[in-house]
Structures are given as C-alpha cells and as structure tokens.
C-alpha cells in the first residue's frame, strides 16, 4: 500500500530511537501507554476525558486507534473522531485558533 504521509513512519522511527535513553524501546512505559511494560490507569480517578483525533493519512492512526481501545479498556472516557482522508498536520490548520 502506497503511503501519502508527511512523515513516513521510518522516519518516526528514527525519531523515537534518538529520544528514548539506550536500551529502552516504545514498550516502555514513558512511550507507550498501551505497550506491555505499562500500567494499569484505572484507578487513576482524574484522569481527564479525552479525545483522540485520527487522521485516515496519519503513519501512526493505528496507534491512535490503539490508545483510544486502551482508554475505553481502563474505563476512561473517550470520544474518537476521524478523518480518513487528512494528514496529522490538519490538527495544526484545523485547530490553530486553539493554541
């Protein structure tokens, strides 16, 4: 499948190699919430609502989709809105009166 992303996902990966200390990998916990090194968040009682934007040309709107499975595992609330034809880069055109 021919990818149309901005940021092509070797590219977020070199990203993540560069800012994770050596010997650690996106399981581990300050990475990835929903990896097999993290934790439980269901007792955690203000955790805010959140919503989880997924863009259809995003290279990480798998992990996007993810999180939000992980969030309504731990029984947060969550809304999830997509947008399968817009890059991630639509949030900052999208939203940019919100910054």
């Known amino acids: 499948?021919?990818?149309?992303?901005i940021l092509p996902l070797e590219r977020i990966d070199w990203f993540w190699k560069h800012s994770l200390p050596d010997g650690l990998d996106r399981n581990h916990p300050i990475a990835?919430?929903?990896?097999?090194?993290?934790?439980?968040?269901?007792?955690v009682n203000n955790f805010p609502a959140t919503l989880?934007?997924?863009?259809?040309?995003?290279?990480?709107?798998?992990?996007?989709?993810?999180y939000r499975e992980w969030l309504k595992r731990s029984n947060k609330e969550t809304k999830k809105v997509e947008y399968p034809n817009m890059p991630?880069?639509?949030?900052?055109?999208r939203f940019q009166n919100l910054l």
């Open 88 to 93: 991630i880069s639509m949030l900052s055109q």
């Open 32 to 43: 990835s919430v929903f990896g097999s090194k993290s934790k439980d968040t269901e007792g």
């Open 1 to 5: 499948m021919k990818s149309d992303a």
């Open 52 to 66: 989880v934007v997924v863009g259809g040309l995003d290279p990480l709107r798998d992990s996007n989709r993810k």
